[in-house]
């Protein structure tokens, strides 16, 4: 089966353009998860979905960060204006409904990687 | 709120040599332990994972980790490494249920470079 596709791959930006990612999870999995992955450290949490709907966007910056899952299967993750410290990988990731959500097994895209100069 | 620590940020070591990278995790209730493997420019694979059973769980490429309840550890190791292995290795873990349902917390990674 087909994994989890991001694009871009990369990206390379000024301070206080915008951006937008995209991810499409693998085919029948309910729940989307988006991460950031700043250099050095491991992957932060930044939105979860449940279908279209917002389950878990505790971390995410809302006033410069939003996220929305069109119609239940692909997701953008904006973000307008950036800044320097945005700079990470954002990764993607989606989960199955059923057992497998619930002991948390996620599969992950290849991630985008964002430079804010 | 859920804490892991990945005790070593790199971890140097030579070729068919066994290795360990030691992996701590804060908690009082029920967990979900996971090790994901990430390669240079690529997203994180999942290596294993203990859900419940036995304590000595067996994942792919040869890894295997040990679940130690009372030290709160969950510790990889590979009698054997290969230079395929040298990438950036992820303990995760996830509280069974509750309002952490589906969340992941990561540690920040351990960098295992196998020199031949």
């Known amino acids: 089966e087909a994994g989890v596709a991001q694009s871009p791959r990369y990206k390379i930006i000024e301070k206080r353009q915008s951006v937008a990612f995209w991810c499409n999870p693998i085919?029948?999995?309910?729940?989307l998860y988006w991460y950031q992955q700043i250099l050095g450290q491991g992957p932060k949490l930044l939105i979860q979905f449940q279908n279209n709907g917002v389950v878990d966007d505790s971390q995410l910056p809302k006033d410069r960060f939003s996220a929305e899952r069109l119609k239940g299967v692909d997701s953008t993750l904006k973000i307008q204006p950036a800044k320097l410290e945005d700079s990470a990988v954002y990764l993607c990731?989606?989960?199955?409904?059923?057992?497998?959500?619930?002991?948390?097994?996620?599969?992950f895209g290849a991630g985008t990687r964002l430079s804010v100069l | 709120a859920q804490s892991v620590t990945q005790l070593d940020s790199q971890v140097p070591v030579f070729e068919e040599a066994p290795v360990e990278l030691r992996c701590n995790y804060s908690?009082?209730?029920?967990?979900?332990l996971f090790w994901y493997v990430q390669y240079p420019n690529q997203g994180l694979q999942l290596l294993l994972k203990y859900l419940s059973g036995s304590t000595l769980v067996k994942g792919i490429n040869g890894f295997e980790a040990e679940f130690n309840k009372s030290q709160t550890s969950f510790h990889l190791r590979k009698p054997s490494v290969h230079i395929s292995d040298t990438a950036e290795y992820f303990c995760a873990v996830s509280y069974a249920g509750g309002t952490s349902y589906g969340k992941l917390t990561f540690g920040q990674g351990t960098i295992l470079t196998v020199h031949p």
């Open positions: 085919s029948g999995h309910a729940t």
């Open positions: 990731a989606s989960s199955p409904k059923g057992l497998a959500l619930a002991k948390n097994i996620q599969y």
């Open positions: 908690s009082s209730v029920s967990v979900y």
